[in-house]
């Protein structure tokens, strides 16, 4: 069942925000272990009875912002049956390309914990697109759904990080890697042409 989206509060949504940008600071001179819940809202000028309405910890704040990049990402692509039958397919992998690569860019390069946060929520919502997609028959699998959705939100995921730790990521050569891992990927899903709702499988929950 699709989860209708409900307006969120203007104030709520400039919290968030304030939150999320005073962590991108902080980040660039500590790593995400370094710091603590308080110090994030201390930064976004945030007093700590007020942050706690929005996350339980700071691991929830990250999570969610991977999550919404992801979303957004995904929900730009403009739909269209004029569009390619792999269009949706492609989506999905361009948008954990440049996710991954946002995350990768958004802390030093040995920050484990943030690493691993990013990795499982990504990891998670593609399974989730992916098994949307054959629940919908947005795809189909090749051979068993549940195997074909789990070798394929892998597969996703480390073409994904393939690009985004490459030197020369560029959308020129997003392109070509995204084409490459659609191909990479014929032998276990294949998309249905007539259905090309993919990107609203990240609005489910």
Same mark, same amino acid.
């Given at each position: 069942?699709?989860?209708?989206?409900? !307006?969120? #509060?203007?104030?709520?949504? $400039?919290?968030?925000? +304030?939150?999320?940008?005073? =962590?991108?600071?902080?980040?660039? #001179?500590?790593?995400?272990?370094?710091?603590?819940? @308080?110090?994030?809202?201390?930064?976004?000028?945030?007093?700590?009875?007020?942050?706690?309405? %929005?996350?339980?910890? *700071?691991?929830?704040?990250?999570?969610?912002?991977?999550?919404?990049?992801?979303? %957004?990402?995904?929900?730009?692509? !403009?739909?269209?049956?004029?569009?390619?039958?792999?269009?949706?397919?492609?989506?999905?992998?361009?948008?954990?390309?440049?996710?991954? @690569?946002?995350?990768? +860019?958004?802390?030093?390069?040995?920050? $484990? =914990?943030?690493?691993?946060?990013?990795?499982?929520?990504?990891?998670?919502? &593609?399974?989730?697109?992916? *098994?949307?997609?054959?629940?919908? *028959?947005?795809?189909?699998?090749?051979?068993?759904?549940?195997?074909?959705?789990?070798?394929?939100?892998?597969?996703?995921?480390? +073409?994904?990080?393939?690009?985004?730790? +490459?030197? @020369?990521?560029?959308?020129?050569?997003? #392109?070509?890697?995204?084409? /490459?891992?659609?191909?990479?990927?014929?032998?276990? &899903?294949?998309? /249905?042409? *007539?259905?090309?709702? =993919?990107? %609203?499988?990240?609005?489910?929950?």
């Amino acid at each position: 069942m699709l989860v209708a989206e409900r !307006p969120i #509060d203007p104030r709520i949504t $400039r919290t968030r925000a +304030a939150l999320r940008e005073a =962590l991108g600071s902080l980040l660039r #001179d500590r790593t995400f272990e370094e710091l603590t819940l @308080h110090e994030i809202a201390e930064a976004a000028g945030i007093n700590r009875a007020t942050i706690y309405k %929005h996350y339980a910890d *700071k691991i929830s704040l990250l999570d969610a912002w991977v999550a919404d990049d992801l979303r %957004h990402r995904l929900s730009a692509v !403009p739909a269209g049956t004029e569009r390619p039958n792999d269009v949706r397919l492609a989506a999905l992998i361009g948008a954990t390309c440049e996710c991954l @690569h946002w995350v990768s +860019a958004l802390g030093h390069a040995n920050d $484990r =914990l943030l690493g691993m946060i990013a990795e499982a929520r990504i990891r998670a919502l &593609v399974l989730h697109v992916i *098994k949307f997609g054959f629940a919908e *028959k947005i795809l189909f699998a090749v051979g068993r759904p549940e195997l074909a959705a789990a070798m394929a939100s892998s597969a996703i995921y480390g +073409a994904a990080t393939v690009w985004a730790t +490459a030197q @020369h990521s560029s959308s020129s050569t997003l #392109d070509a890697h995204v084409a /490459n891992a659609v191909a990479g990927l014929a032998s276990l &899903v294949v998309s /249905n042409p *007539k259905r090309v709702r =993919l990107r %609203h499988a990240l609005t489910f929950e």
